[in-house]
């Protein structure tokens, strides 16, 4: 007789929870705000796959904004990530050059 609350048998399903690291991260660097207009997110470029967990409220952000825009969440996610790179990559190498 089953108790309830008890298992019968184990899941084989796959945990889905988040690790967590905890620790320091360095030094942040404040950048300046560039954030691109949905409209200027949806070019195309070259992908590498990766799993992304995202907050329910950002994901349907970009879903309503790809169907406006007649294009991908997925590109525009990547686009903005990219840009975002490229912001850093020349707020540090200002910086760099700054120090030397």
Request: glycine share 4%; charged share 25%.
């Amino acid at each position: 007789m089953q108790v309830t609350g008890e298992k019968k048998e184990k899941s084989m399903k796959k945990s889905t929870k988040t690790k967590v690291f905890q620790g320091s991260f360095g030094p942040v660097v404040l950048v300046d705000d560039f954030l691109p207009a949905p409209e200027e997110l949806i070019f195309k470029t070259s992908a590498t796959k990766v799993t992304l967990n995202l907050s329910p409220q950002t994901l349907q952000y970009f879903k309503n904004q790809a169907r406006k825009l007649d294009s991908s969440y997925q590109r525009m996610i990547r686009n903005l990530l990219d840009l975002y790179v490229e912001q850093v990559k020349v707020k540090e190498n200002a910086s760099h050059q700054a120090t030397q």
